[in-house]
Every structure is written in structure tokens, then in C-alpha cells.
């Protein structure tokens, strides 16, 4: 008769790692949500205050930030969407 002993000492341990594409993408994300923050903090000020003068500048900037903020979650979203599909 078999030892049971020696087969639940045969288990392997599953630890969930991270990929290497995955590591590159999630960086690359967090360095373009900084530059984006940045950008915003630094230029959004400035931008403001000439669109009160001006609706014209009032509405490209709008939607600039709206493609700004577009193009981070589609960035965000494909990254964790090649983590859950590895």
C-alpha cells in the first residue's frame, strides 16, 4: 500500500508572478499618467485662465483633456486586460 505521506508532500506550491510584458506595460502606464498629471498641473492653469476670455479655447481645450483622459484608460485598460488573459 502506497505511503499517503509522500503524496501530499509532492504538491507544488502556485504563487501568482507577473509577466515581464506585463511589468514593461504597467510601467510605461504609471510614466504616462505622471506626464499627463504633470502636463495638466503645469499647463491647465494658464489654459484656464485664457479660456474665460476666449469659448473657442475653451472648448479645444475640453476636448483635448477629454482625448487625454481617453487614451490613459484605453492605456490602463489594455494593460490589465493582457494581465487577466495571461
Known amino acids: 500500500m502506497p505511503d499517503a ?3 501530499a508532500a509532492a504538491r507544488a506550491v ?3 508572478t507577473f509577466s515581464r510584458q506585463f511589468i514593461r506595460r ?3 502606464s504609471l510614466l ?3 506626464f499627463d498629471a504633470s502636463t495638466l498641473v503645469v499647463a ?3 489654459v484656464y485662465r485664457s479660456s474665460l476670455a476666449s469659448p473657442l479655447v475653451a472648448a479645444t481645450f475640453a ?3 477629454f482625448g487625454l ?3 490613459l484608460a484605453r492605456v490602463w485598460f489594455l494593460t490589465f486586460r ?3 488573459a495571461g
Do not use: C, D, K, W
Request: net charge positive; no cysteine; glycine share 8%.
Open 44 to 46: 491647465g492653469p494658464s
Open 69 to 71: 483622459l481617453a487614451s
Open 63 to 65: 476636448v483635448l483633456l
Open 26 to 28: 504597467f510601467v510605461v
Open 14 to 16: 502556485v504563487a501568482p
Open 82 to 84: 493582457t494581465r487577466n
Open 5 to 7: 505521506r509522500s503524496i
Open 32 to 34: 504616462l499618467t505622471g
